[in-house]
């Protein structure tokens, strides 16, 4: 390649070359760009780079542009601004970039000329990308469907500003707290040939440097076949930070080299040696003659010329001890050109085949406490979810309505963003300051403010009825001030779901009798019950509806329908049904039995009625008194961490105080355990399993003690001291207490030790019965003894864990007196062999459940031309149970995005774990689909043109090209086997 260097912009002349391994254009990106390295050496590839938390201490926003200096002194487009000088002007310096969402905004604010010259940089492989999300997402409390929308998002622009230069080639996550074998598969899918990452349990990485084991692949499914769920992964030296004595940064304090030997402070000898001893040092732990050395940390680089001057310094002294028989060789380099000589060593990597978690950083300091810290904001992330995948829907299925409409002018975009926003490692996993999880909070309310704009143009084109929407976004507390006194109103039910659902929907009113119609003009039954003592305690002055109107409705597959409600007159005064004090407590349908103790008023048995299964289960709450670090390991439970002051928690009560309400359609017990913890047991007409509705806090803490709240199941299951928790929501890993699969486990904290993260599901079982039971958001949880399970659902604390947030986990809630959370656990009862078949089902119904819109009055015709539709379906048929309808969504002016996935594991059902076939022309019935092109995970390659560096195991040589789709009769007829997603841009054109 030949530069010429005019006015400060160098002009690169490029040869012309085939292209790269990777598929990259020819020019100088990607693995073409990588520097040459001395054969027969120690080569030690230097990566500058920047960790920025898109909020953390500051909130996004204060991070960007420098602000608030009090707290932090990170100003995120200063790291930028400096970088592209030192970059242009030296061909040989490079520098990584991770977070898109920063970028993105960075972007924004430059001039053309800038953009330019950017581009150029990128085109030379001398600015590259690395990971390519918006952010740098958690991998604990995240569901893989946000995990790939985030990862899209950022793909989508780089792709469109820098084009197959911009795609990342390497998976970067430096800082998130433990590691999930879902993520390493989604990167696999993704395309990307390698991942590294620097936390890791103190002992697990003690034994890999034993063992010469830091780099591996890692078969990260076990359900897709070998290799595409392969991904080769290293594990970093020094977290993400440069050796000891090595950082150079304004937020440094090291002594820069200074190599005038007339100084009395010279000291390029001291700082040679050193540095070849510590690479030496660092080469023992790893089996290639090459190794990696992070130059920056967490905010980095705000000037660069710091960074860059002492690099080229040890860079220079360094290669030149070479003279006197050094072995070591360095170099400016970057992970994608490091995984790359990795993998032209052509060595034989071992295989791991479990996840990263519980991550410690010491025999007391178990990163288990924010797979539960901050459990409103967990929720809200999860309806947030929810909310954006039906708008990206109804942008498809509305198309141009959908953006301009009488409602204003809709927006999918804001959402998506600030969805992208709270994956990140400090955003959704809780681990953020107080005013910084407000500001998340705030960017997701504002996308839901677009949302609905676009949700209420959509549902008027498509239903051709202009009504007067109203989101009623506080249904679980019974709020919904502007339909409570409503005479007339209906209630639009929109189904994500490719399946139709039967739903009970309750809404606030004070009315005590109403009639019901569906969309065919049918009356519905309902039930007016009076709203819960426990509720009435948890909404305080925001809502003043006395009762709730109780309703079955069946809603089709990807579509609405419409119910219309009048109050009639008010009979006789509502009252409760009294209180039942005698005989045996219990609930029941046609399939289950919820029986209670009649002096502790708890749960006591299960009863399947269907399969004749009958399982003693003690349910009831407990909190474990929080560490204060006082003790002698002086580590106290916080954000990150949770160290309970002993083994055994306190239990909540040991006698509740109950009372029933049963109706034609649902019957409950209110169970109150004090006077901040209270739960609802219920079951619905024809439910297969038992819900919980549970009402915590505020935990009280004038005791000066910090309380960690736990739902536990106690049951007499002989289970091994084994259970079963789900990584980020998709296939399920066993998890044995006191054991880690790769290491003998040192147990120090045999409660803490043993949590894992719970994204929707955990259960236990032995040869006959299962118990799971499914979450409505991400806690932790563990079976701490054989025969229970335990989900943490609530925690605040007096202390900060001393892991850099600076403040305590006491969030203050709506009135500043502390949070209180309600939530639901579903618990099903059943056999070994038909669990999934339930579990499956529901978990996706709850994270994709439909909307409920209410609107007032009747409403008027949307367009003279266009008849009133009240239930509409957007697909022919919906699809068969295994599959799910994983993204629908508008990619550009001419083309969309569509994500079919096998919901099923490989031998999880006798009928559901078998492959599908499904006709992508004969699915929509709202839109034709004139053309399909298949793409990577990502959206950001063509799937033809995956193609992935091979790696040698000690198990076997296996080629990475894509496993070709053998059993697809055309680009229209597609297979999935079991836990496969596939991704498809189409063109359509609507009906």
Not at 222 to 231: S, Y
Request: proline content about 5%; glycine content about 6%.
């Amino acid at each position: 390649m030949l530069c010429v260097r005019l006015l400060l912009l160098p002009l690169c002349l490029l040869s012309t070359l085939p292209p790269g391994v990777n598929g990259e254009a020819a020019g100088g990106c990607g693995y073409q760009a990588c520097p040459a390295v001395k054969p027969g050496m120690l080569n030690v590839h230097l990566v500058p780079h920047t960790h920025d938390d898109v909020g953390w201490l500051k909130t996004v926003d204060q991070y960007y542009y420098g602000g608030h200096t009090d707290i932090q002194r990170a100003g995120v487009q200063y790291i930028l601004d400096s970088v592209i000088p030192q970059l242009q002007a030296d061909p040989a310096k490079r520098f990584i970039y991770v977070e898109v969402a920063f970028f993105h905004l960075w972007w924004q604010h430059q001039s053309d000329s800038m953009k330019t010259l950017v581009k150029q940089l990128v085109s030379e492989g001398r600015l590259e990308f690395v990971n390519g999300g918006w952010c740098m997402n958690d991998e604990a409390t995240t569901h893989y469907n946000s995990i790939i929308d985030q990862m899209t998002l950022g793909f989508q622009f780089l792709n469109d500003t820098f084009g197959e230069c911009g795609r990342p080639r390497v998976a970067w996550h430096i800082d998130p707290f433990g590691h999930s074998r879902e993520q390493a598969s989604l990167f696999a899918q993704m395309g990307f040939d390698g991942f590294f990452f620097g936390r890791l349990d103190y002992q697990d990485k003690q034994n890999r440097e034993n063992l010469k084991e830091m780099e591996q692949v890692w078969r990260a499914s076990a359900n897709l076949p070998k290799p595409n769920g392969d991904l080769f992964t290293g594990v970093l030296p020094n977290g993400y930070n440069p050796p000891s004595k090595l950082c150079w940064d304004v937020l440094c304090s090291d002594e820069p080299i200074k190599d005038d030997k007339d100084m009395d402070e010279y000291n390029v000898d001291e700082i040679v040696s050193y540095f070849i001893q510590t690479a030496h040092q660092q080469a023992k732990h790893y089996r290639a003659n090459h190794i990696i050395m992070t130059m920056g940390s967490d905010f980095h680089f705000q000037n660069a010329d710091m960074w860059y001057t002492n690099l080229d310094k040890l860079i220079k002294y360094v290669n030149a001890a070479q003279n006197n028989g050094s072995d070591v060789n360095v170099l400016y380099s970057t992970p994608s050109c490091y995984l790359y000589e990795l993998n032209k060593a052509n060595l034989t990597w071992s295989v791991k085949a479990d996840d990263f978690f519980p991550y410690a950083d010491g025999a007391h300091q178990f990163w288990t406490g924010y797979f539960t810290s901050r459990p409103a904001l967990k929720r809200y992330e999860r309806l947030s979810n929810n909310l954006l995948q039906i708008c990206n829907q109804l942008e498809v299925l509305a198309a141009s309505r959908s953006h301009n409409g009488p409602y204003g002018i809709g927006d999918s975009s804001v959402l998506r963003k600030a969805m992208g926003v709270a994956q990140h490692h400090d955003a959704v996993s809780g681990t953020e300051k107080q005013h910084v999880a407000d500001d998340y909070a705030k960017k997701l309310a504002k996308g839901w403010d677009r949302c609905e704009v676009l949700v209420s143009n959509a549902l008027a084109g498509l239903s051709g009825l202009k009504q007067n929407f109203i989101f009623c976004n506080k249904l679980n507390i019974s709020v919904c001030p502007r339909i409570e006194e409503l005479g007339q109103f209906t209630v639009t039910l929109y189904n994500p779901l490719a399946r139709a659902v039967n739903v009970f929907v309750r809404i606030p009113v004070n009315g005590t009798r109403y009639t019901l119609t569906d969309p065919k003009g049918s009356s519905v039954l309902n039930q007016i019950v009076p709203v819960s003592d426990f509720t009435k305690a948890v909404r305080k002055d925001r809502g003043y509806a006395v009762n709730e109107l109780v309703f079955q409705a069946r809603v089709p597959a990807l579509g609405f329908s419409i119910y219309s409600v009048s109050r009639k007159s008010d009979s006789a005064v509502f009252r409760r049904p009294p209180p039942r004090r005698k005989g045996a407590l219990k609930i029941e349908n046609e399939y289950i039995r919820v029986l209670f103790d009649t002096n502790t008023g708890l749960i006591s048995k299960i009863d399947n009625l269907h399969k004749n299964l009958s399982l003693p289960v003690t349910q009831s709450f407990y909190w474990y008194s929080a560490s204060t670090g006082n003790s002698e390991s002086g580590q106290p439970s916080g954000a990150y961490i949770f160290r309970p002051k002993g083994e055994a928690p306190f239990p909540m009560s040991k006698k509740v105080q109950t009372y029933t309400v049963q109706t034609d359609l649902f019957q409950e017990v209110y169970q109150n355990f004090s006077s901040w913890c209270s739960q609802t047991v219920r079951l619905y007409k024809n439910q297969k399993f038992v819900e919980l509705e549970w009402t915590v806090g505020p935990i009280p803490v004038g005791d000066n003690i910090g309380k960690e709240v736990i739902s536990r199941f106690d049951t007499p299951l002989k289970t091994d001291g084994i259970f079963y928790t789900d990584s980020n929501g998709r296939e399920i890993l066993a998890r044995r207490r006191d054991y880690r699969p790769t290491w003998n486990l040192s147990q120090t904290e045999p409660v803490a030790g043993n949590y894992y993260p719970v994204n929707s599901r955990i259960y236990m079982k032995d040869g006959k019965i299962q118990l799971t039971v499914l979450t409505d958001r991400s806690q932790g949880g563990s079976s701490i003894k054989d025969g229970s399970l335990e989900l943490m659902v609530h925690r605040r604390l007096l202390y900060d864990d001393n892991r850099g947030v600076g403040e305590p986990l006491s969030e203050p809630g709506y009135d500043g007196n502390g949070l209180i959370v309600r939530g639901k656990h579903f618990i099903f009862l059943e056999t070994v062999d038909d669990s999934a078949e339930l579990h499956r089902l529901q978990a996706q119904a709850e994270y994709m459940a439909p909307w409920t819109i209410m609107a007032e009055g009747a409403g008027t015709p949307y367009s003279s031309h266009v008849n009133h539709v009240s239930e509409f379906s957007a697909l022919k048929k919906e699809l068969p149970h295994n599959l799910h309808l994983l993204t629908l969504a508008q990619w550009d002016p001419n083309s969309f995005l569509i994500r079919l996935e096998h919901q099923f594991e490989l031998g999880e059902s006798s009928v559901y774990s078998k492959p599908v076939t499904v006709d992508l022309t004969n699915l929509f019935s709202a839109f034709e689909i004139t053309a399909v092109e298949e793409m990577s995970l990502g959206f950001n390659q063509r799937k033809e043109d995956v193609s992935r560096l091979t790696w040698k195991t000690v198990q076997e040589l296996h080629s990475v090209k894509t496993a070709s789709r053998r059993n697809d009769t055309s680009k229209h007829m597609v297979v999935l086997n079991p836990m496969e997603i596939r991704t498809f841009r189409v063109h359509i054109r609507h009906q």
